[in-house]
């Protein structure tokens, strides 16, 4: 249907606006359109530039990076309450080097997700939390599933 290219071949997919390499992603476009912000002093070279980026400009009070976060949130929610309305997990568990971050994702994330949640204002949207093997979560999975 169009949108950011993603990984699988595909246009437009969840992982293409809402994983960490598309954080990397829209964090170097910001700082491309913005070479006063802090994001260049965070990381002086694009090729520095990782998911962690605008979380340590954000923490310069960076209007860029708080921006580009804003909006990496407003996806995560809109991309986790499709799932909600599907399938209606009881919990939602953040994995990957994102995760890490803590409240400082999930406290902005789960505030936005209750637009997204179908009925939110009656049944409470799932618990967000992050995943408690961190960025390791996705390997230790995949080892599992071929053990």
Do not use: H
């Amino acid at each position: 249907l169009g949108g950011e290219p993603c990984g699988c071949g595909n246009q437009g997919c969840f992982e293409a606006y809402a994983s960490a390499t598309a954080l990397t992603r829209q964090t170097k476009r910001a700082m491309q359109e913005n070479p006063n912000s802090a994001l260049w002093r965070v990381a002086p070279l694009l090729e520095e530039v990782n998911a962690k980026t605008p979380f340590d400009a954000a923490l310069l009070n960076d209007a860029t990076a708080i921006a580009v976060l804003d909006q990496y949130e407003e996806y995560l929610a809109a991309g986790i309450g499709g799932i909600v309305n599907l399938v209606r997990p009881e919990a939602i568990i953040i994995g990957g080097g994102v995760s890490c971050q803590g409240d400082t994702l999930l406290i902005p994330l789960r505030e936005k997700l209750k637009k997204y949640c179908y009925a939110s204002e009656f049944i409470a949207p799932p618990v967000v939390v992050s995943a408690t093997l961190g960025n390791d979560a996705g390997i230790i999975g995949a080892a599992m599933l071929a053990r």
